[in-house]
């Protein structure tokens, strides 16, 4: 089937015409009758997507997603179902293939088992938006860079911003807050201080919203990300709402994930604020954000430092010239745990996995011997 690339190009979609990728051409050779279109938004009862600038429409999944996710022997785990961003082949009102994903956002789900949960895909831009309010926190920051940068190989990296909203308002000390992510900015993360409301003031971010590109936003409840998304697209699509007087926090307006063509040829994929943020096990603390102090650590007189009282420890010296703050340092020993733990729950999931395919195979194997093979 003919696809109109003109069409899916202004939704995101990566080369000016067929794709540049062996992996992509095979899948959609291997579906000769399929179209590409883009998952846009993403519901509990599935999934809208679009192929083209003009509104998305509902489409059926593949039967194997619409059962429980889990990493159970003939279960598709969440992470390998689709995510708004993702790009998928459609036969008729069907998805029928989820093609390669170039990078994707996870985080671990919150819950008994461990799970993964894909926030969005194919993203070339994450803004990490925080409010120079009573939200304003360096440590979540830090640990939505991790997630961002840490879901380990992908084809392409996306790169992380950090947008300080609320600027404006008269008890927002900029300064203090730009001062005290000194760390963050140390490792190329451009920080922007912003009036969310303001076209003029949010133009610093333009050159990661190129026509092609994909960002999304993340951040807490009230943290801006819809008004934000408001002002790039010049219109009041997305509803806002004020936040709690007491503490800040946002009333979780956004209740779903959408993507959004914006009037320069980008994509913006707003999202509800998350309140829990744990790693997959699979980030990489040095591409997550802390490329400094893994540096350092690797400068320590000891390879097994753990930076608490041993001799030559440059971790700690680091500290004591205050060129590391160290509650960046507590947090990442902090998150690196996390990580570790994650990536312990995610090794035995796999493993389960594993024996359940090997015990499939044994027992098949004992039918054929004493059955014959048909
Ligand atoms: N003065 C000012 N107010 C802002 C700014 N950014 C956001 N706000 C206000 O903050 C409140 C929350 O903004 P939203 O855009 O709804 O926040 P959100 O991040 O989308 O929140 P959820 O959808 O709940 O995740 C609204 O009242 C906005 O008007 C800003 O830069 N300056
Ligand atoms: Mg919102
Ligand atoms: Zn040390």
Redesign the pocket.
Known sequence: MKSDFTALRVIGWPWAGEPDDAAWREMMAAHPQARPARVVEQHRSGYIVADGPDAGFAVESLPEWQRPAGYRKGTTSAEQRAAVGDWVLLEGGRIVALLPRRSAIKRGAAGEHYRQQVIAANIDTVLV?C?LDGDFNPRRIERYLLLVNGGGAQPAASQPIVVL?????EDSDVQAAVDALAGVAGQDVPVFA?????RDSVAALDPWLQAGMTAV?V???????????NTLLGTEK??????RESDAR?????THRALIPLPSGACLI????MRELKPTGEENLAEGGFADIEALAGQCRFRDCRHAREPGCAVRAAIEAGTLDPQRFANYLKLRDEVAGAADRLATRLAQKATAKVQGKALHKRLDDKYGKD
């Not at 951040?219 to 998304?229: F, I, M, N, P, V």
């Open positions: 938006v409010g909203t609320k600027a404006d308002k912003v009036n969310a409301k303001d936003l951040g807490s409840s009230g943290a801006g990300k819809s008004t934000l998304t997305m509803k806002t709402a004020g936040v946002g009333r979780h307006t956004t707003d999202t509800p604020g």
